[in-house]
């Protein structure tokens, strides 16, 4: 995996534990993240920047609100790389259109999404983790 960015060591081992948990060490190795801090009105997002040849994204761009406290920012890194996840295996398309195969509503609440929903549990089962292995 490539990662780019100036980013903290702590996040640096961060993403690399996420990475960990989420991908096979083969789609590990195909993957490239970019992560930049910003002044964000939303704790984070994730976009695709790129596709492989076979269609499929293999390039991120994640941003991270840079006023947010050290513990939210490494939340808000487990949260984006689940949806890092989503986006690569095709569970969520780059609209947002579609999740799992099925289309989606567009009038439904962002807390209800079900790709949010997931990000919000898994991403927070990723950061206790990465807590308790490197804290």
């Keep these: 995996m490539i990662i780019n960015g100036k980013i903290p060591k702590t996040h640096l ?3 690399n534990h996420f990475a960990e948990l989420l991908f096979t ?3 590990i190795y195909q993957l490239e993240i970019t992560v930049k801090y910003k002044n ?8 695709i920047d790129n596709y492989n040849l076979k269609g499929k994204p293999d390039s991120f761009i994640i941003e991270i609100d840079r006023c947010l406290s050290t513990d ?13 996840k ?20 567009q009038n439904i609440t962002y807390e209800n999404k079900p ?9 927070l089962n ?3 983790s990465f807590v308790a292995n490197y804290q």
Excluded: C
Aim: without cysteine; proline residues 2%; aromatic residues 14%.
């Design 72 to 84: 939210d920012k490494l939340k808000t890194l487990a949260h984006e790389m689940v949806h890092v």
């Design 126 to 128: 990723l950061y206790e």
């Design 13 to 15: 081992l961060a993403i």
């Design 25 to 27: 060490p083969a789609r």
């Design 115 to 123: 790709w949010e929903i997931e990000a919000e549990l898994y991403g």
């Design 40 to 47: 964000l009105d939303v704790f984070g997002l994730v976009y």
């Design 86 to 105: 989503q986006y690569s295996l095709g569970y969520l398309n780059e609209s947002m259109t579609r999740w799992r195969g099925k289309k989606v509503s």
